[in-house]
């Protein structure tokens, strides 16, 4: 069966620890297979590039709050046991790999080898600044950033020489869990991005878009993969309410119903529901009934699998 998991209460003010609390146990005890988190933290007076990078497209007010990523997956693995527990997506340039591969190792273990790392590249230029690295460098950043994330990873000593990063030889621990590393899916769709995610990845994590076009992308993306590598896996995030008036929520599932028929149709291996936009959550308590509004989705999948 497709697994089904929503994006963990993060963005917003009606965000609480005992929402998040609460909406871990109910989403385990009602049969979501993971949970998930993305990854901002300003929001920018003026910012210098439009949301999702499109100009003059208006960021959202939710990214006002935003519970940070790893600290709210280190949370959810405490909360749960069995529930997968996935980055869709961490920004590599708010990140420096090296401290970053602790934390996700760290992870990795304490959830007994749950955790997904997806990476993208972001569109946030003030974030960046912030961050202490250049938008503009993104691109050429994040090839160094996986070979990073790998060495320290793999064994010791730990050494890495390059135009952006630097490890003198040292140890580093705790390795993960999973061998060799953690899930490293990619989130980014353009051509370079898919021809790194062929190259460096093990699978994608497409955001908003139609399912026809992931499957589209996966298929170009699989022929790229050099020989002896394993499939591409996919983990397909949809959002249930994204720049624009919300809809009935008949309407809406109905969308998601199919999105998961044709995923799964397609072999993904999950779809990702996000919330934390939808104008259907206005309280602390709205975040709790998030899961049990939506188990319909659970049978949509467990019907798909079985035909």
């Known amino acids: 069966m497709i ?5 963990l209460p993060q963005l917003g003010d009606h965000v609480t620890a005992d929402v998040i609390g609460g909406f871990c146990a109910e989403s385990e005890r009602l049969g979501y297979s993971s949970l998930w988190v993305q990854d901002h ?3 920018p007076l003026e910012p210098a590039r439009g949301y999702a990078g499109v100009p003059g497209l ?13 600290e709210l997956l280190a949370t ?11 980055t869709s997506v961490l920004v590599q340039g708010h990140h420096w790999p090296a401290p970053l591969a602790q934390r996700l190792a760290t992870l990795d273990v304490l959830s ?14 003030e974030e960046h600044t ?23 990873w793999g064994p010791d000593p730990v050494t890495f020489d390059g135009r952006f990063f630097s490890i003198p030889a040292s140890i580093q621990r705790p390795k993960p869990l999973q061998s060799p590393h953690p899930p490293l899916i990619a989130g980014t769709s353009s051509p370079a991005g898919l021809a790194r995610a062929a190259a460096v990845f093990d699978g994608r994590s497409p955001a908003g878009r139609p399912v026809a076009d992931a499957v589209a992308d996966l298929t170009t ?6 020989p002896g590598r394993a499939p591409l896996r996919t983990f397909y995030r949809t959002f249930v309410q994204f720049l624009g008036p919300s809809e009935p929520l008949e309407a809406t599932l109905e969308r998601i119903h199919a999105e998961v028929t044709e995923a799964t149709a397609a072999g993904f291996d999950e779809v990702i529901l996000e919330h934390n936009f939808w104008d259907g959550i206005a309280s602390p308590d709205d975040w709790l009934e998030v899961p049990s509004r939506f188990t319909s ?3 949509v999948a467990r019907k798909a699998a079985a035909s």
């Open 3 to 7: 697994g089904v998991g929503p994006c």
């Open 41 to 43: 933290f300003l929001w």
């Open 58 to 70: 208006p960021i959202p007010e939710q990214y006002q709050s935003v519970f940070a990523p790893t």
């Open 76 to 86: 959810a693995a405490a909360l749960t046991t069995t529930s997968r527990l996935g």
């Open 112 to 125: 007994g080898g749950r955790l997904v790392v997806g990476l993208g590249q972001g569109w946030n230029a």
């Open 130 to 152: 912030a961050s202490g690295t250049s938008v503009t460098e993104r691109a050429a950043r994040m090839d160094e950033f996986i070979d990073v994330l790998r060495a320290c």
């Open 221 to 226: 993306t699989q022929a790229a993969r050099p």
């Open 297 to 299: 989705v659970l049978d």
